[in-house]
């Protein structure tokens, strides 16, 4: 290893905020290929969660292909499709937790299982560092980290996509087909001559976007068709059994992934021409409503419109047993061309009520009644403002550190004006303008490199202080089991410098470990580690998490010190009154009781003690207007020789030898 100074030196000259880490000798000189990563440890968090569970037989079976397939991580992945069952669906992470050698007992087993699992994570460091030719968006490949990214929404396409795209489908026809006749249809599964030249040409289509991309500067792989995630979504929907309910829910979400990508809403259902013609309006079938079947009688209707100087696209229809129209305003001006996106300009208004005498629209569609389903709304203009200014977030908080994931999605570790740091999501804080003026302005990225991490981790265990400057903590969904995005920046400092970098929490974890890395976060958190990680975080979306700290933030009321010349029963309680001397007829009931009698009134009191009480209860008499009210609504009337007070507690011997201040043992007994 260098020496851990000079690197610092040479990098807080570049870079004071990030400096970089000393380097391996070895890797800097040898001119040999990289030497394979151990295997990574698996936690026991990390259990596969797939559909069913793989058989021993099934892993080896995945392994052997692993093993074998070339040192190219297309063709890796390749290898695992073919090896994997068909019902079975798993993702990159529970791939590598399921062959892990920890669970094969064998040596033999256990050797190959290492084998395919170094193997696996070199194909995780080449997608971590940019250089893989794999798709970065395919889900396959989520999970590496501790969340689950946020699903991908590309960006806007040109019109040479629109154009490819519309080339694109009567290929992807053929597909469906194929799947609609073999639900367990795959590309690779013995295509026919058919199949082949379908893929070929969606290839060759994928190859011009890409190259249109790089001449655009623009992600190269924006606007593919990725013809693998349309045929496993389009899957679901064949298989045979299921119900109708299911049908539409799995239409609708392809149609919202059809959406975020950007292609035409023909692709959601390539059923045939009637339901292509629906579909090329943007909106699923069960949504559109059209004229009546017949012909004939929506073709009289249309004469109508015009007899009466109605819209020709109005189509009214009478609806069952009441003398109200049902109205359908059809497309004015029908287009050749798929509608890409969900552009709901040509697509068919639903059928609804419409009473007699309704307002017709200039645009044709007849304004209802207060009782008809179709509403208008009606907006005042209300200008919005966004500001691009490189290093800060369009809401103006300032981006101190950039989690990449991927090639175009990123999370911000920002800082407001107060100082507070969280971790927000780069398409909520501004989208590709904020990332890119982030880059521009050379905002520092997380550690993510993994020869950097292992660096560290070396670093630290030869001796030294570390610990956490500051932990930014992402977005959570509460109802999911996955804890949210976590950031923190680690120091380390030793006799040769110190070293800051912000890191992930799975990355801190590899540094540390699993307990001593979700401990060091729990008491950046909260300042103490009795806590677990979800508790931590559960304790700061609590709305009385000030009240951790004191358990008895209102203590119980004490009597007042000798120093405080004022009497005990006039002193405002701290917690209003106690349940056994409630305030109102109840405290009749009170008074009655023994030591309220009047037999104890009887004997009055010495003149020689008039004086000196009179002095000190008339002020505080007088302070206390709601105690004299209540005395005064439940007293008995005074008795001639005793004070013209409210009744007060009986002055006996027993009193005065505690002092004018104090009250007898007995009564204060009663009163508490």
Sequence with gaps: MSDPSSSNQASQAENNLYPQLPSS???????????????????????????????????????????????????????????????????????????????????AENEMANKASQKLGYLRDKMENGSSKVDKNNPFYFGNDASQP???????????????????????????????????????????????????????????????????????????????????KWRPMLMVGVDEGTKKALQLSLLEYCRNMHYPATWANLAGDAAKANQEQGVPQEAIGGPSENNNSAQKQIEMNVTQHQPSNLIQQPSNGTNNHTATAAPAHQGTNPQHGFNMQGASVPQATLPPGGITLRSGVTLQGANGQRRVIAIKPRKTHRAVQPGFTSAGEKIIYIQHLGLSNANFVVTDAEGNIRLVSASSAGGQPA??????AKVPSTLQDPTEIQNLRDLVRCGGEYGLEFVAIGEWDTSRKRLPFIVVLFYHQNENGRWEVALSRSSLAKILATREAENLIVESITGSTNLSLKEALMAQLSPGKQEFASHNANPPASLPSSEQNQQWWFQNPQHGPFPSFPAGPPLEQYLNQPQFAPQYMQQPVPQQYHQPFAHQFAPQYKQQPVTQQHYQQ???????????????????????????????????????
């Design 25 to 107: 000798p070895t890797a800097e000189s040898s001119n040999q290929p990289p030497k394979l990563p151990p295997a990574p440890t698996v936690e026991p968090d990390n259990e596969d969660t797939s559909s069913r569970k793989m058989t021993p037989t099934e892993k080896l079976r995945v392994i052997d292909a692993i093993i074998k397939a070339p040192d190219d991580e297309t063709k890796i992945q390749e290898s695992i499709e073919k090896a994997l069952p068909f019902d079975v669906i798993v993702n990159f992470r529970q791939i590598q937790a399921a062959i892990h050698p920890d669970r094969f007992r064998d040596p």
């Design 150 to 232: 946020q699903p991908h929404v590309e960006e806007n396409l040109a019109s040479y996509h629109e154009r490819l795209h519309e080339k694109a489908t009567p290929f992807l026809q053929v597909l469906y087909k194929a799947v609609e006749n073999d639900p367990s249809f795959t590309p690779d599964k013995n295509p026919s001559t058919e199949i082949k030249r379908c893929i070929s040409k969606l290839d060759e289509i994928n190859k011009t976007i890409k190259e249109k991309n790089l001449q655009s500067s623009q992600d190269p792989d924006l606007g593919i068709v990725r013809y693998i995630d349309l045929l496993g």
């Design 435 to 440: 990332l890119g003026g982030a880059k521009k």
């Design 634 to 672: 439940f007293a008995p009337q005074p008795q001639p020789g005793l004070f013209s007070m409210p009744p007060q507690p009986i002055l006996d011997p027993a009193m005065m030898k505690h002092g004018a201040n104090s009250p007898p043992a007995s009564l204060m007994d009663e009163e508490l």
